[in-house]
């Protein structure tokens, strides 16, 4: 996702920027927007397949098609909203998780950041939901994109009373002429949900027919122990409306 923006997404990261224009004395003020522009809300439906749920490089979906969807609101403040939904498998019983996020994007400087707060929930399987908060920084250069995201998980009774930290750069460059992207990522988590595990992953993404197809290698360090961390090609297909 992205997850995280959700990829994120939901994704996330690092500095929290802040910028403020105040006009001169004797200047004259800019004109308030009026009130139609200054409530203007932005609504995207994203629904997407993937061959398998990979997420920081494990397996939710016990290497098997997932179905996936979110919806954004995204007011022109920065302030956005977003429920996300996916298929999974192997959770205490529960077959679907659901992520609510509130969070805020911006640019300062030429860094763009986004900084959120996520709840994940897995209907029939309560004792799973726990709380996230994560802040992503990025820069375009040309054709290129890099990122870093930090997501942080204080300690909670559902992930055992103990932390979780992840960090993650990631990067992107459309590929001149064509309508590819090539992508990378790698990350490193420790805490509730890893001792210091690994993944990273290398594809790329297109778009056709008003779809946005995409193929990428996702690995962990987690391959000797642990089937959902082996390596795999994932392909995926999505539709935005």
Not at 112 to 127: E, H, N, S, T
Not at 157 to 176: H, K, M, P, T, W
Not at 208 to 216: C, I, K, R
Request: charged share 15%.
């Amino acid at each position: 996702m992205m997850r995280f923006h959700s990829a994120c997404r939901i994704a996330a990261s690092l500095l929290p920027l802040v910028a403020c224009a105040v006009p001169a004395r004797g200047e004259p003020a800019e004109p308030s927007p009026s009130p139609s522009s200054a409530q203007a809300i932005d609504v995207e439906f994203t629904l997407a397949a993937v061959t398998d749920y990979r997420y920081r490089g494990l397996s939710l979906s016990n290497k098997k098609p997932s179905l996936q969807a979110e919806l954004t609101a995204t007011h022109d403040t920065g302030l956005y909203a977003a429920l996300w939904a996916a298929t999974i498998a192997g959770n205490d019983g529960a077959d679907l998780e659901n992520q609510v996020t509130l969070g805020y994007s911006g640019e300062a400087g030429g860094i763009a950041f986004d900084l959120a707060a996520a709840y994940y929930l897995y209907p029939g399987a309560w004792a799973d939901n726990y709380a996230e908060f994560a802040a992503r920084v990025s820069r375009a250069v040309d054709r290129a994109e890099v990122g870093a995201t930090l997501s942080y998980a204080p300690a909670q009774a559902n992930i055992g009373d103990v932390d979780n930290l992840y960090l993650g750069i990631d990067a992107s460059l459309a590929l001149g002429p064509t309508p590819l992207t090539l992508s990378g990522n790698i990350g490193v988590e420790d805490g509730a949900f890893g001792d210091h595990k690994l993944d990273w992953s290398l594809g790329v993404s297109g778009d056709a027919a008003g779809l946005t197809f995409g193929v990428a290698y996702v690995d962990s360090s987690r391959t000797s122990r642990d089937p959902q961390g082996k390596p795999t090609i994932v392909g995926s297909i999505s539709k935005s409306f």
